[in-house]
């Protein structure tokens, strides 16, 4: 197939292009780029890509694509309370023209990814099935729900919206993310030998590795179209469900010598839910998660120590979504709309990535 990966140079779409072009499939990625220099190891081979901002996207972008595999937004909580309305802007109304766009040059699955953030906070210690009701704490969690609900009024015979409510991430990947739950534990464990909780841990989490998010898409995008038209998938394992304070303990038995801290006055944490993530394991037979947390921190463990992680990046710009925004707006090259000031025009046409011609 062919197949448009936006935000290609983000955390998870990284992973997501060097699995599609293993698979045999022909990958082109859209991006503006704001992490795309972001990385721990050798960057991955490029692939041809459009540099486009994804509120400029036109159907012409988007012809002569089978599928779109739609990563790009602001991504995680602390961001997204950074500009709400940014944050609607980008993560929902753009998601819908993009939508709008690939729909008019006849896209015929468009492969959502969505979040377990929705659920907010779970009324009880049952695990969410995809039924429940929403009850998003932040920005971020409500521009997921606005854009699952405009995609649905989308979907018809010939557009297929597929939603992965992808439960929180970790793993190594060349574009980290030191800003998750598992990859913050298990840096700070590693360089400083304290596994540093910010709230008390009492709070229930579902965990993914970023290879089994992409494996979803992998599987999600051949999957037979009456079986997964306008679905939601919660991605996942049901048994990967982790209070934070069960993730620290592991991060610490993994790190031998590091010891659990408490930052300051913890409290707990509002986002709080369990997700059952059956229904894709009956529903989607290709899709078999490989990985458990426990794995993760020993593949994390060792990356970090193989490209030489450090503490200063960690938890600086390079590695913290957050901060390499401000970072940027404070240099000047982003306005405050998060558009670049200084770089090549971004609602332009088709640009080549490094390396590929």
């Known amino acids: 197939m062919r197949v448009l990966v936006t935000g290609h140079h983000g955390y998870i779409g990284t992973v997501l292009t060097e699995l599609l072009r293993a698979a045999g499939h022909e990958v082109t990625g859209l991006d503006t780029d704001l992490f795309a220099d972001c990385l721990l190891g050798p960057a991955p081979t490029g692939v041809p890509a459009l540099r486009v901002d994804l509120r400029d996207v036109r159907p012409e972008h988007c012809a002569g694509f089978d599928a779109v595999c739609h990563l790009a937004a602001l991504c995680n909580d602390p961001v997204g309370n950074l500009n709400p309305e940014l944050t609607y802007e980008i993560n929902d109304w753009a998601t819908i023209r993009l939508a709008g766009a690939a729909k008019a040059a006849g896209v015929t699955r468009f492969l959502f990814s969505s979040s377990c953030s929705l659920y907010g906070s779970g009324a009880d210690d049952r695990p969410l099935t995809e039924t429940a009701p929403f009850a998003p704490v932040t920005p971020y969690g409500e521009s997921k729900i606005g854009a699952e609900r405009s995609l649905t009024a989308l979907a018809d015979d010939d557009f297929s919206p597929v939603f992965l409510r992808n439960a929180t991430a970790y793993g190594y ?45 992998l599987a999600l995008l051949t999957a037979p179209r009456d079986r997964v038209h306008a679905r939601a998938y919660n991605i996942g394992s049901t048994s990967e469900n982790y209070l934070i304070r069960q993730v620290a303990e592991l991060v610490s038995d993994v790190v031998v010598g590091s010891r659990i801290t408490y930052l300051g006055a913890a409290s707990a944490d509002l986002r709080n839910y369990r997700v059952d993530c059956d229904r894709i394991a009956t529903e989607v037979p290709g899709f078999r998660p490989r990985w458990t947390v426990r794995k993760g921190i020993e593949e994390l463990v060792e990356a970090y120590q193989r490209y030489g992680l450090t503490l200063a990046d960690l938890t600086g710009e390079r590695y913290q979504r957050l901060h390499r925004l401000r970072a940027l707006r404070a240099a000047g090259r982003l306005d405050s709309g998060l558009r670049w000031t200084d770089g090549p025009t971004v609602s332009g046409g088709l640009r080549w990535a490094e390396g590929v011609r």
């Open 173 to 217: 990947s060349p574009r980290l993310r030191g800003d998750l739950v598992v990859n913050d534990l298990t840096g700070h464990a590693l360089l400083t030998g304290e596994v540093r909780l910010r709230s008390d841990g009492s709070a229930w989490r579902p965990l993914v590795h970023v290879q089994d998010i992409a494996g979803a898409f």
